[in-house]
């Protein structure tokens, strides 16, 4: 006697695949659109949705990596002089028109040619927004992987030590990663690893469009953690 199937009523469906998570966190990340623009954190509007932020040094490929992950041209603005970027850009992003997350462009940093003034008021607002906005899930780090982790990224990291301590998602993308060979590329993984202090390393590449995928369903689970 042979064992009826379930109905499809009562059949369990199947896991989702990693491909599948994948699709659905760039189809997520791709409706990320602007909200508004702050020079200074007591500008910004308080939100009640969960907020990641991208920081990095002036010319490390953070604006391009913002626009790679949602598959834009120009939601973030790539200046071709770094160090441009003075406010703190917010993003909405959720599917159907209807808000679920707020991805944070906070100004580059570490640009030589910015006037002193202008990099201590840029460290302050970058201190505080990390240090204090209540509504901030993660942070991206952009680094580029041929410098490695600088002596301001260093600082920042002591930073927000102590709010990964405390729950605080990290993710540290190695831009420009097809500047490397594999062996390079393995190295400094390995070497960025030991020094993000408990967040997640990732080569990235918006070229060759190497962990894109991987980063959105990272960035997409911090933002839904319950599925």
Do not use: C
């Given at each position: 006697?042979?064992?009826?199937a379930?109905?499809?009523a009562?059949?369990?469906?199947?896991?989702?695949?990693?491909?599948d998570?994948?699709?659905?966190?760039?189809?997520?990340?791709?409706?990320?659109?602007f909200?508004?623009?702050a020079?200074?954190?007591?500008h910004?509007?308080?939100?009640?949705?969960?907020?990641i932020?991208?920081?990095?040094?002036?010319?490390?490929?953070?604006?391009?990596?913002?626009?790679?992950l949602?598959q834009?041209t120009?939601?973030?603005?790539?200046s071709?002089?770094?160090?441009?970027?003075?406010?703190i850009?917010?993003?909405?992003v959720?599917?159907?028109k209807?808000?679920?997350?707020?991805?944070a462009?906070?100004?580059?940093?570490?640009?030589?040619?910015?006037p002193?003034?202008a990099?201590?008021?840029?460290q302050?607002?970058?201190?505080?927004?990390?240090?204090?906005?209540?509504?901030?899930r993660?942070?991206v780090?952009?680094?580029?992987?041929?410098?490695?982790?600088?002596?301001?990224?260093?600082?920042l990291?002591?930073?927000?030590?102590?709010?990964?301590a405390?729950g605080?998602?990290l993710?540290?993308l190695?831009?420009?990663?097809d500047k490397?060979?594999?062996?390079?590329?393995?190295?400094v993984l390995?070497?960025?690893r030991?020094?993000?202090?408990g967040?997640?390393?990732?080569?990235f590449?918006?070229?060759?469009?190497?962990?894109?995928?991987?980063?959105a369903?990272?960035?997409?689970?911090w933002?839904?953690?319950?599925?």
């Amino acid at each position: 006697m042979t064992t009826p199937a379930p109905s499809p009523a009562s059949a369990t469906p199947p896991a989702a695949t990693e491909t599948d998570r994948i699709r659905t966190a760039l189809g997520w990340m791709h409706t990320a659109h602007f909200l508004t623009s702050a020079p200074q954190l007591e500008h910004l509007p308080p939100v009640d949705l969960p907020e990641i932020a991208f920081v990095g040094r002036s010319n490390a490929g953070k604006s391009t990596a913002i626009n790679t992950l949602t598959q834009q041209t120009r939601l973030a603005f790539a200046s071709k002089t770094p160090g441009r970027t003075q406010h703190i850009n917010l993003f909405g992003v959720g599917k159907q028109k209807i808000d679920d997350g707020v991805l944070a462009d906070l100004p580059g940093y570490g640009y030589a040619a910015v006037p002193k003034e202008a990099k201590l008021r840029w460290q302050r607002v970058m201190g505080n927004y990390l240090m204090t906005r209540e509504s901030l899930r993660g942070v991206v780090l952009m680094v580029d992987p041929r410098q490695g982790l600088t002596e301001l990224d260093e600082i920042l990291l002591d930073v927000i030590r102590p709010r990964v301590a405390e729950g605080l998602k990290l993710l540290v993308l190695l831009t420009k990663s097809d500047k490397l060979t594999r062996s390079e590329g393995a190295r400094v993984l390995s070497i960025t690893r030991l020094q993000a202090g408990g967040g997640e390393v990732k080569l990235f590449s918006a070229l060759k469009k190497q962990g894109v995928g991987e980063a959105a369903e990272l960035l997409w689970r911090w933002i839904h953690p319950n599925t």
